[in-house]
């Protein structure tokens, strides 16, 4: 089946330093994948997706590029804010019935940025 | 376009009550699909609907339930609940519920069953 695996959090930094989640996958076939972020109280946010192979998502200053070879999805800024502390997710979607609406969800990055 | 809308956002119910959780999707979207987020399993997916049939169903025993209606609004319901049913319900929606479709999340309805 699919699965989705994320690194080992919280991740804590400085305003203005690199940041980096890895993401891996397991899924059969092309799937799509996706970063989402959740601010605390709230749902999520679609940060970045990429349907195929070698796409790169981009979105305020976050990137991600679908690796097939090592079926990853990383998301990397090159400078990160105190506004960006949140809970950051990567799920896939699959194509086939029986991935109809269903997102497969990493475990959760929590990130928080100190000024 | 106006979001994604849940109601309640948050429900206080005790042990062996059911409850009713509602979705409106973005306009002109067919798919809504529902998920429970808790701090042990993180997220899962429950179910999905378009255009008023369940298509797609997750690991969740039959007191999880839900129906869509012909304006695409969706609601869930959960039947004798569980303390383990505390949790964060979120619903989503997509214009197709196909795999390259990007999902819209709601704020979400915060169950707490005591």
């Known amino acids: 089946g699919n699965s989705v695996t994320q690194m080992e959090g919280p991740v804590t930094l400085s305003e203005e330093a690199f940041l980096t989640i890895n993401c891996t996958y397991t899924?059969?076939?092309?799937?799509?994948l996706f970063w989402y972020v959740q601010y605390p109280g709230e749902g999520l946010q679609l940060l970045l997706k990429?349907?195929?192979?070698?796409d790169k998502g981009s979105n305020k200053g976050f990137e991600a590029t679908y690796r097939k070879e090592t079926t990853s999805f990383h998301l990397e800024k090159g400078s990160v804010q105190v506004s960006d502390s949140a809970v950051y997710f990567c799920a896939l979607s699959n194509a086939g019935g029986t991935s109809y609406g269903k997102l497969t969800f990493g475990q959760g990055t929590i990130l928080t940025v100190h000024p | 376009k106006a979001g994604v809308t849940q109601t309640p956002r948050y429900l206080i119910k005790t042990r062996g009550q059911q409850v009713t959780l509602s979705c409106s999707p973005i306009?002109?979207?067919?798919?809504v699909s529902w998920y429970q987020q808790t701090p042990g399993q993180g997220l899962q997916f429950l179910f999905e609907y378009f255009s008023e049939t369940q298509r797609n169903k997750g690991n969740f025993p039959g007191r999880f339930s839900g129906r869509q209606f012909s304006n695409s609004r969706s609601e869930m319901n959960v039947s004798t609940l569980e303390l383990g049913d505390s949790a964060l319900y979120l619903c989503?929606?997509?214009?197709?519920?196909?795999?390259?479709?990007?999902?819209?999340f709601g704020p979400g309805t915060r169950l707490t069953v005591l």
């Open positions: 899924a059969t076939g092309y799937p799509s």
């Open positions: 989503a929606s997509s214009p197709g519920g196909i795999y390259t479709d990007t999902q819209y």
């Open positions: 990429a349907t195929k192979a070698d």
């Open positions: 306009s002109g979207h067919r798919s």
